[in-house]
């Protein structure tokens, strides 16, 4: 076992697979000589050449567009893109061409396209540099949506993307990049698309929640005082029901935590499931805690946007006290 960081973990994995597989390549703005903005890429195109850790010009578009390509033709491009609000550009070539070439052409043609995105705040970025924008992806029939929490869940969950034969978007938490260290096999291993991890079992409340969120979700359990349940789902698309529901049938409760802004927001459409499949179980409403419906602010008011320990800790007892 080494103990790594969440950088660290994907670096781990990208050598992985790409010494296991020469159709991985990987494509973006200074990943190559720089090793990417995070240093998450770094040593990568010394070892495997310039072949195969292309830096490309600042062009999302012409990255996605060009990865799709090289899908197409029978590779597995792993495209980066810097920060999460320069998706923005990519749009269409992930929406309207990577997300429905499996559908258009009717089985003919796959896209095994891997997304690697820094995702969220909390590191006092300039603006488009911290959004969350998760929801909008998972909405877009054809796309998986990967957001892991930890170190061991980004190096599985990366192994399971770069081999899937569909598009997936995977967002890392860069206010986790470095944020702790855990135990991570050295050896190679998958964790499978879709499954929730039960991050710590309780009786009185469940809580659900994704990406760097999942860390404020548990400093709050800590000074409860409550048997909680933390349901990390990994996969925001598609995402673990069946372990959202078993958890509520068996707590009657339940809090939906995430740093997007709440209209709208994914947390929505767990509540909606929720309430499908739990009604005649829940003791309470299911609570909410997000970022607001505001543009993420700067540096001075970020940590007041995002959902924090005290936050996600009034929830609790709100739900509790229903």
């Known amino acids: 076992m080494a103990n790594l960081n969440m950088v660290q973990a994907i670096n781990l994995a990208l050598i992985q697979e790409m010494e296991k597989d020469e159709r991985v390549l990987l494509l973006g703005e200074d990943v190559g000589a720089n090793g990417g903005v995070f240093r998450v890429t770094e040593g990568l195109q010394k070892r495997f050449g310039e072949r195969r850790v292309v830096d490309t010009p600042l062009a999302e578009s012409g990255i996605i567009g060009t990865a799709i390509g090289l899908a197409m033709g029978g590779l597995r491009p792993v495209p980066e893109i810097q920060f999460e609000?320069?998706?923005?550009?990519?749009?269409?070539?992930?929406?309207?061409?990577?997300?429905?070439?499996?559908?258009?052409?009717?089985?003919?043609?796959?896209?095994?396209?891997?997304?690697?995105?820094?995702?969220?705040?909390?590191?006092?970025?300039?603006e488009?540099?911290?959004?969350?924008?998760?929801?909008?992806?998972?909405?877009?029939?054809?796309?998986?949506?990967?957001m892991p929490s930890s170190?061991?869940?980004?190096?599985?969950?990366?192994?399971?993307?770069?081999r899937?034969?569909?598009?997936?978007?995977?967002?890392?938490?860069?206010?986790?990049?470095?944020?702790?260290?855990?135990?991570?096999?050295e050896?190679?291993?998958?964790?499978?698309?879709?499954?929730?991890?039960?991050?710590c079992e309780g009786n009185d409340l469940t809580v659900v929640s994704w990406g760097a969120s999942v860390i404020q979700c548990m400093q709050a359990i800590e000074k409860s005082g409550k048997s909680v349940e933390l349901i990390d789902l990994r996969t925001i698309y598609p995402f673990d029901i069946e372990a959202v529901?078993?958890?509520v049938r068996k707590t009657g409760r339940c809090a939906v935590v995430h740093e997007a802004p709440l209209t709208a927001g994914m947390g929505g459409e767990v509540s909606a499931r929720i309430m499908e499949r739990c009604f005649l179980h829940l003791e309470a409403p299911v609570q909410r805690v997000a970022g607001f419906d505001t543009t993420m602010p700067y540096y001075k008011l970020e940590l007041e946007y995002l959902p924090d320990a005290a936050r996600i800790g009034r929830a609790i007892d709100d739900v509790m006290a229903y």
């Open 85 to 126: 609000g320069f998706l923005g550009p990519a749009y269409d070539q992930i929406c309207s061409h990577a997300a429905r070439m499996r559908s258009r052409t009717r089985g003919a043609f796959q896209v095994p396209l891997t997304i690697r995105v820094p995702v969220g705040g909390g590191i006092h970025a300039p």
């Open 187 to 199: 050896d190679e291993y998958v964790l499978p698309i879709g499954k929730a991890r039960t991050v």
């Open 151 to 162: 170190p061991y869940d980004a190096k599985g969950l990366l192994v399971a993307a770069i």
């Open 164 to 185: 899937d034969p569909d598009p997936v978007i995977f967002f890392e938490p860069k206010r986790i990049y470095r944020a702790f260290r855990e135990e991570v096999p």
């Open 128 to 146: 488009l540099h911290s959004d969350s924008p998760e929801a909008i992806y998972a909405h877009t029939p054809g796309l998986k949506v990967v």
């Open 245 to 247: 529901e078993a958890s």
